[in-house]
């Protein structure tokens, strides 16, 4: 069975730094591209940053130049560092990944992990 687990959420100022962290485990063959989506309250679920298996990256205009997606393919982990952090920042980020294992190609999902950004 196939498992995202997300880490690296909490309360920080605005102006702070967090860095989110989602470790994928299971039965995986080979794991595609990596994204966080991230849902503020009263909001859809919207794409943050995604990465494909060769590194190349994308971000919603909204956080370039202040997030970064990166990934550790030996680790099964991607992470998003999120920099000059903004109140309108705040959300549950959920990680989500293209995996396949034996037999079966699928998108799975973390649990999310709630940031805040507060003074």
């Known amino acids: 069975q196939v498992q995202l687990v997300e880490s690296g959420g909490g309360l920080v100022q605005p102006g702070g730094t967090l860095r989110l962290s989602c470790a994928a485990s299971?039965?995986?063959?080979?794991?595609?591209?990596m994204g966080w989506h991230r849902q503020a309250p009263g909001k859809e679920r919207e794409l943050v940053a995604g990465?494909?298996?060769?590194?190349?990256?994308n971000y919603i205009d909204f956080v370039k130049g202040r997030f970064t997606i990166s990934r550790d393919n030996a680790k099964k982990t991607v992470y998003l560092q999120m920099n000059s952090l903004k109140p309108e920042d705040t959300a549950v980020y959920y990680c989500?990944?293209?995996?396949?294992?034996?037999?079966?190609?699928?998108?799975?999902w973390g649990k999310g992990t709630l940031v805040t950004v507060s003074s």
């Open positions: 989500n990944a293209a995996i396949r294992t034996i037999g079966l190609l699928k998108r799975y």
């Open positions: 990465i494909t298996s060769g590194g190349t990256t």
């Open positions: 299971g039965s995986i063959v080979s794991i595609g591209d």
